[in-house]
């Protein structure tokens, strides 16, 4: 079974910087991609960014392409989310989760979700 703990998020204010951190065990890491969708009040979950087992792939989404930076250390088992530029529409909880295989942007398709962690971003 695979858990996913996230970690890092917090208030900052307009044009600050936030890293949130997915720690996974369970499996072998390296063949599993890794997502981090966000969910606002009163919206559905949307895609922010994914990346490939090997590092090779990795997408964004429109809105937080150029501000934000996945990335995930293999040797610790851990994936890495480096937020700047935030701005108030940023405001979400952000969840952590992996699925085998290819990465996407599509929720449904990822088997394992963490907690969440809540990032507020003030104007």
């Known amino acids: 079974q695979v858990q996913l703990v996230e970690s890092g998020g917090g208030l900052v204010q307009a044009g600050g910087s936030l890293r949130l951190s997915c720690a996974f065990s369970?499996?072998?890491?390296?063949?599993?991609?890794m997502g981090w969708f966000r969910q606002a009040p009163g919206k559905e979950r949307e895609f922010v960014a994914g990346?490939?087992?090997?590092?090779?792939?990795?997408i964004y989404a429109d809105s937080v392409k150029g501000r934000f930076t996945i990335s995930r250390d293999n040797a610790k088992n851990t994936m890495s989310l480096q937020m700047n530029s935030l701005k108030p529409e940023d405001t979400a909880v952000y969840y952590c989760?992996?699925?085998?295989?290819?990465?996407?942007?599509?929720?449904?398709?990822?088997?394992?979700w963490g907690q969440g962690t809540q990032v507020t971003v003030s104007s």
């Open positions: 990346i490939s087992g090997t590092r090779i792939n990795i």
């Open positions: 989760t992996t699925r085998r295989g290819a990465v996407g942007r599509t929720p449904g398709t990822y088997d394992y």
């Open positions: 369970g499996r072998t890491f390296t063949i599993y991609a």
